[in-house]
């Protein structure tokens, strides 16, 4: 897997459709991104005073927040819960949710009006502030999630000594991995409790802090899944079914009990659910069609135990963490907006760009480090 | 002592020259007037335009039309949400009353935009360089003992500049003696914690359909950052809480396994 590769491009064999369409993508990402630092975000986004947060705060920061949870659920199940039997998947996790928070620090960049001071909140302290406290947190998980790849990368090149030096202090990274994360995946949905009046009654409740946590170890354990199921496809590997239907097995009791926080909650605020409007559509396609279908579906052993199944389980699970993030960012102010958004073409062609850079280095990382070698796994 | 402005909305007659005033004082460019079908004009306030009036039709129950002209700008609370959002500290509440905001320090994330729960706030967003803009309360003119420029310019008395428990009494003493006038609540008094922007005005904002245009009265008379603050103040303790647990459950998971294996072991030698 290690062994040099001599094409200025990444993939197997000739250029494939797929890695066009991605190299393209880049392409227009990288003008896009120039054109949205030197005009400024009016000129190229469709976000306003009304609409101040659009696609890139929906998707690249919030979304992409909570489908990187892998590395720290994950982390949590095999250190923590000692559930050894996870560890193949531990490395992919990490990588994957290394890629997400990158695009949250550079959708960020391009979202910040003044990018040039993303550093501020090091030195200029609001401690009253949750986004004072996303941003502090997202900031050391990054280094955390930095040191592990570059643990995975000093095995690739044999530095012993390095190695027995993080592995000493391992469990520090793992505990406070999991710490940052439990406070900025739930403080991101605090971030919403300061306008509940704008808000749709659905998702403006005073419990979406601990909602967010649960739904982002949701869309970590879906990733996962995703992730493996995927690159087992695409780089030749043997599928590791049986430890991904016992992980289907947690997704689904994770989501029971995401659905069952959420009814109770829509219950306990006395909310209107049975309504027939636009922000009621993507409510319930969120709760039955994401929610509890998934749920359902990963009951069944067959579903479990089937490839096809765990697409289709994790899929829906994954997205329905997406649809909840815009529900929460987007949906939610549409009774209360008089004008209605819709992102630029330059806001989506960066967004699919960080994906499309997030796919390419996913490729790096898979043929130049040791994301599958067991031999070599951090032991405790 | 915090100033605050009395807004005595039955007063105004929608000349327009505290907007007038405002952009001078400011140095904020002009816009351009269209047509639309409301006499407000400008339709919106913007990062070039602080202050401006709302003018209302309503038929009173007698069938009769009456004007109203609700000024808008910058409430000021007393616990600003946006104060609480910021996360660089950029936007503060200075003792004085006005709520100032610090051009150096801000990252322009806009959480300050959706967290004002009056829709205050405004983004330039056609600069490639863009900072949030709003109405200043004119701290700068406070600062060398002025009254702010929409007040001085006012013809009509419709603003009154003070001391805001003086401007509170003022407030009840006019609604008191002329209770047919006023509906009978001070705007400012109380909502989301008391604002330093306080209104008179003849019938309530439900019945001027402004309470989605900025003059929520849903608020409650909590600040909305209090919510943000009541979420920090418990971060410590979730970060402490979850540390240890994890710590904890690492080593009795792990004493479990190895007692597991161990007893597996005895089993074995057992047989």
Redesign the interface.
């Known amino acids: 897997m290690a062994e040099k590769i001599e094409k200025w491009y990444p993939g197997e064999g000739k250029l494939t459709t797929g890695w066009a369409i991605i190299y393209v993508i880049l392409v227009l990402g990288f003008v896009s991104a120039c054109a949205r630092l030197f005009l400024g975000l009016g000129a190229t986004t469709n976000l306003s005073d009304a609409y101040p947060w659009g696609l890139w705060v929906s998707f690249d920061i919030l979304a992409g927040v909570a489908l990187a949870g892998g590395g720290f659920t994950m982390a949590a199940a095999i250190y923590i819960f000692n559930l050894k039997k996870f560890e193949p998947l531990l490395r992919p996790a990490k990588l994957s949710a290394f890629l997400g928070y990158m695009m949250f620090v550079v959708g960020l960049f391009f979202d910040l009006g003044q990018p040039w001071r993303i550093w501020h909140p090091l030195v200029m302290w609001n401690p009253h502030s949750v986004l004072f406290e996303v941003s502090w947190c997202v900031m050391l998980y990054t280094t955390v999630l930095s040191l592990d790849l570059f643990i995975i990368g000093l095995e690739r090149y044999g530095k012993q000594s390095w190695i027995k030096f993080f592995r000493d202090i391992y469990l520090v990274l793992v505990v406070a991995g999991i710490m940052l994360s439990t406070l900025h995946q739930s403080s991101l949905g605090a971030l919403f409790l300061l306008m509940p009046q704008k808000m749709s009654d659905l998702w403006a409740s005073g419990a979406i802090g601990p909602l967010f946590f649960t739904s982002a170890v949701i869309g970590g354990m879906s990733v996962v899944t995703l992730e493996s199921l995927i690159s087992a496809r695409v780089y030749k590997r043997k599928q590791e079914l049986g430890i991904l239907s016992d992980l289907g097995k947690g997704l689904g009791l994770v989501l029971l009990v995401y659905f069952a926080m959420k009814v109770t909650d829509l219950y306990a605020r006395g909310v209107t659910v049975w309504v027939w409007d636009k922000a009621h559509f993507f409510f319930f396609v969120e709760l039955f069609g994401t929610v509890a279908l998934p749920a359902l579906l990963l009951c069944f052993k067959e579903v479990r135990q089937s490839a096809k199944g765990l697409y289709w389980a994790a899929g829906l699970a994954a997205f329905g963490v997406v649809l909840n993030r815009f529900n929460v960012s987007l949906t939610s102010y549409g009774g209360y907006r008089q004008i209605s958004y819709f992102p630029s073409f330059i806001e989506i062609i960066i967004t699919l760009a960080m994906v499309a850079l997030g796919i390419v280095i996913f490729d790096l990382g898979m043929k130049y480090l040791p994301i599958y070698k067991s031999e070599l796994t951090v032991e405790h | 002592m915090s100033k605050a402005i009395l807004i005595d909305t039955t007063k105004c007659i929608g000349c327009r020259a505290c907007q007038v005033a405002c952009k001078s004082w400011n140095d904020l460019k002009g816009g351009k007037a269209t047509f639309s079908e409301t006499w407000s004009n400008p339709r919106?306030?913007?990062s070039n335009q602080f202050t401006r009036i709302i003018f209302r039709e309503i038929s009173s129950p007698d069938g009769q039309l009456h004007w109203h002209f609700i000024s808008r700008r910058c409430m000021h609370c007393h616990d600003p949400?946006c104060?609480?959002?910021?996360?660089?500290?950029?936007l503060i509440k200075m003792p004085e009353g006005p709520v100032v905001y610090d051009d150096g320090?801000?990252?322009?994330?806009?959480?300050c935009?959706?967290?004002c729960?009056f829709?205050i706030p405004?983004?330039?967003?056609?600069?490639?360089?863009?900072?949030v803009r709003k109405c200043t309360f004119c701290a700068d003119r406070q600062a060398i003992n002025l009254a702010p420029a929409c007040v001085t310019t006012c013809p009509t008395g419709t603003l009154l500049f003070g001391d805001r428990p003086e401007l509170l009494q003022e407030a009840h003493r006019r609604i008191g003696a002329q209770p047919g006038r006023y509906y009978p609540e001070v705007y400012g008094e109380k909502i989301a914690g008391g604002t330093s922007k306080l209104f008179l005005t003849a019938v309530s904002f439900e019945e001027l359909g402004l309470t989605?245009a900025g003059f929520?009265t849903?608020?409650g008379n909590t600040p909305?950052?209090l919510?943000?603050?009541e979420?920090?103040s418990k971060?410590p303790y979730?970060?402490l809480a979850?540390?240890g647990l994890?710590?904890g459950?690492?080593y009795m998971?792990?004493r479990?396994?190895e007692v597991h294996a161990g007893e597996r072991q005895e089993d074995e030698n057992d047989g």
């Open positions: 919106y306030l913007s949400a104060a609480s959002a910021c996360p660089v500290g950029a320090k801000c990252i322009g994330c806009r959480y935009m959706m967290a729960p829709q405004k983004f330039q967003w056609e600069s490639a360089v863009p900072l989605q929520r849903d608020l909305q950052g919510r943000g603050r979420w920090m971060v979730v970060a979850v540390g994890a710590v459950l690492h998971n792990k479990r396994a």
